[in-house]
C-alpha cells in the first residue's frame, strides 16, 4: 500500500488534489468543486488541479474483512433475506406459476439486490443499500446479463471434459476466476460485450493487479462458507430424522446461508471497485479519501469559502476578502458567507466596508434563527468605533428585543440613546423606549432612570397602544423605588 499524503492545511485529512505549480497537496475541502469546471482550480494560482485519486487512502480490502461480514446483517439486508424466503415459501405452495416464480423471480430479486449492495459500496456508501433502492430500481437487465455471461463460460465445459479431463478442470479453475471480474465490468459498465470481452476482462484483472489474486482467493474461501457451517450443523445435530420437517428446516437454513455469503462476496468486489476506481477508470465525486478518517476531524466548510480559507492560511487576506466580496451579490441571503465577510473585515480593520456591511446584514440576521448573532456584529462594530450608530431606524426595536432576551442590558442603553431626537418621527419609540426601561430596571438596577423613561413614554407619545403595561409597569417600578428607600 503506497503511503497516504495529507492535505497541507489539514494534516489529518489525506489529500485528492494536486497542484504543480505551488507544489501543494490539496484535501476536497480545500478545493471549491462547486464553482469551476472539471478539474477543479488551485486556490491559490488558479491552475488546474490534478487528481491524484484516493486509493492509498482507502485500506486494502483484507483489513476491511469484518466489514463485508457486517453489512449483509444490516436491516435492509435482513428484510430482503426474509421477504424473498416467505415469497419462496408461498410460491412453492403454487404449481407450476409458483414454482417457476420461486426459480426466477426470486433468485432475480435477490441478486439484484446483490448488485446493489455491490454498487452501492462501489459508490463510497459503506453500507448495505436500503429497500427503497430496491424497489426504485426495475432495471433487471443487469442479471439476464450475468445469466448469460455464466451460460456462455460455462457452455464448453461439457466439450472440454470429452476432449480431456484436465483440460475441463483446467476451464473450470479459469472460469471461476474470470467470475468476479465479469460481475464487476458489468457492474461498472452495464455493458454485455464488455463483460464478456477476454480483452477487456485480462485489462481489468491487470490494473488491479495482485490484489485480484487475494480477492479471488478470498471469495473462493467466502463462497465455501455455506457448506462447511451446513456440514458442521449435520454433523453436530447428527441428523438421523426421518422427519421432513427437520429437513425442511435444514433447507430454509442453508438458502439464509447461500444468500448472505453471496452479500458478502458482492460487497467484497463492492469494495474492491471502490478502492480501485481511479485505476479502473471511473470516477466517484464523493470525497472517499475521507470515509476512513475520524469524522469528526474532516472539516466541514462552505463551498463557496474553500479557496477562501486556503488563501487566509497563506495570509493573503486582501485575496481572500476581494474574492469572497465578489461572492456575496449573488449569496446575499447566506448567512454563512457574510459572516466570514464581516469577521475578516473586523480582523483586517476595514471598518468603513463593515460598517456599510453591518446594516443589512443584521437585518439578515434579525430576520433569520441566527437573532443572536446581529447583537454580536452590533458589537462589533462599536468596539471598533464608539460613534457607529444605525441609521436603519426599522432595526431598532427587533435589535433592542434580542438584546432583552440575551441579558444585554447597557448594548441597549447604548443602541438606543437619543431614538427620539434622532429619530423624531419613528413610530415605534414607546415599545423600543418601553424595553429601554426594562432594561434599566431589571438588569442595570436603574429604576430611577427607568422610571424618568416610562414617564416620558406616557408624556409624550399619550395615545400609545401599550399605555396600560406602561402604567402597570410604572408601578412596580415605583413600589421597588419606594421599598428601596
Ligand atoms: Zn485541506
Ligand atoms: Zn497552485
Redesign the pocket.
Known amino acids: 500500500m503506497s503511503e497516504t499524503t495529507f ?4 494534516q489529518q ?1 489525506p ?1 485528492r488534489w494536486y497542484c504543480e505549480q505551488c507544489g501543494i497537496d ?6 471549491n468543486d462547486q464553482l469551476y469546471s472539471d478539474p477543479p482550480q488551485c486556490a491559490l494560482c488558479n491552475e488546474a488541479l490534478a487528481d491524484m485519486g484516493c486509493e492509498s487512502a482507502i485500506p486494502a480490502f483484507w483489513h476491511k474483512i469484518p466489514l463485508f461480514f457486517k453489512i449483509p446483517l444490516s436491516l435492509p439486508s435482513i428484510v430482503v433475506m426474509l421477504v424473498l424466503l416467505c415469497l419462496g415459501y408461498i410460491f412453492s405452495w403454487i404449481p407450476i406459476v409458483g414454482w417457476l416464480m420461486l426459480i426466477i423471480a426470486v433468485p432475480a430479486i435477490f441478486f439484484k439486490y446483490a448488485y446493489l449492495t455491490l454498487q452501492n459500496i462501489a459508490s463510497g456508501e459503506l453500507n448495505a443499500p436500503d429497500l427503497k433502492a430496491l424497489l426504485d430500481d426495475n432495471d433487471y437487465d443487469i442479471i439476464f446479463k450475468q445469466i448469460f455471461i455464466i451460460i456462455c463460460l460455462f457452455a464448453p465445459m461439457g466439450k472440454m471434459l470429452e476432449v480431456s479431463f484436465s483440460l475441463g478442470i483446467a476451464w473450470y479453475i479459469l472460469v471461476l476466476f474470470l467470475l468476479p471480474a465479469t460481475v464487476m465490468v458489468l457492474s461498472v459498465d452495464r455493458s454485455l460485450i464488455q463483460a464478456i470481452n477476454p480483452l477487456v476482462l485480462a485489462s481489468f484483472i491487470m490494473r488491479i493487479g495482485f490484489s485480484y489474486l487475494g480477492l479471488y482467493l478470498l471469495i473462493m474461501i467466502v463462497s465455501g462458507g455455506p457448506t462447511i457451517i451446513m456440514e458442521m450443523v449435520i454433523g453436530l445435530s447428527d441428523m438421523q430424522s426421518s422427519d421432513l420437517s427437520d429437513y425442511l428446516y435444514l433447507f430454509v437454513f442453508y438458502a439464509v446461508l447461500q444468500m448472505y455469503f453471496t452479500l458478502v462476496v458482492f460487497s467484497i468486489m463492492g469494495y474492491v471497485l471502490l478502492k480501485y476506481h481511479h485505476r479502473l477508470g471511473y470516477e466517484i465525486s464523493a470525497p472517499v479519501e475521507e470515509l476512513f478518517c475520524d469524522q469528526k476531524k474532516v ?1 466541514k466548510i462552505h463551498p463557496l469559502l ?1 479557496d477562501i480559507e ?1 488563501l487566509a492560511k497563506e495570509n493573503r487576506g486582501i485575496d481572500a476578502l476581494r474574492r469572497l466580496q465578489s461572492r456575496l451579490p449573488e449569496n446575499a441571503n447566506d448567512i454563512v458567507l457574510r459572516l466570514r465577510f464581516h469577521k475578516m473585515l473586523f480582523n483586517q480593520k476595514k471598518f468603513e466596508v463593515m460598517f456599510e456591511h453591518a446594516p443589512s446584514f443584521i437585518q439578515l440576521l434579525l430576520s433569520s434563527n441566527d437573532k443572536a448573532m446581529a447583537v454580536d456584529v452590533y458589537r462589533d462594530c462599536i468596539s471598533a468605533d464608539k460613534s457607529f450608530s444605525l441609521k436603519d431606524v426599522s432595526l431598532f426595536l427587533p435589535l433592542a428585543e434580542v438584546m432583552l432576551q440575551l441579558g444585554q442590558y447597557k448594548l441597549i442603553v447604548r443602541l438606543l440613546s437619543s431614538l427620539h431626537k434622532r429619530f423624531p418621527d419613528y413610530k415605534q419609540i414607546p415599545d423600543t423606549y418601553f424595553i429601554l426601561a426594562k432594561a434599566l430596571s431589571e438588569g442595570l438596577d436603574s429604576d430611577e432612570k427607568s422610571l424618568s423613561v416610562l414617564n416620558f413614554i406616557l408624556k409624550n407619545y399619550p395615545d400609545t397602544a401599550i399605555k396600560p403595561q406602561l402604567i402597570m409597569y410604572r408601578e412596580t417600578v415605583q413600589k421597588l423605588i419606594s421599598s428601596s428607600v
Open positions: 492535505c497541507k492545511y489539514h485529512i489529500a490539496f484535501c476536497n475541502s480545500c478545493v472539516p474553500k486556503v
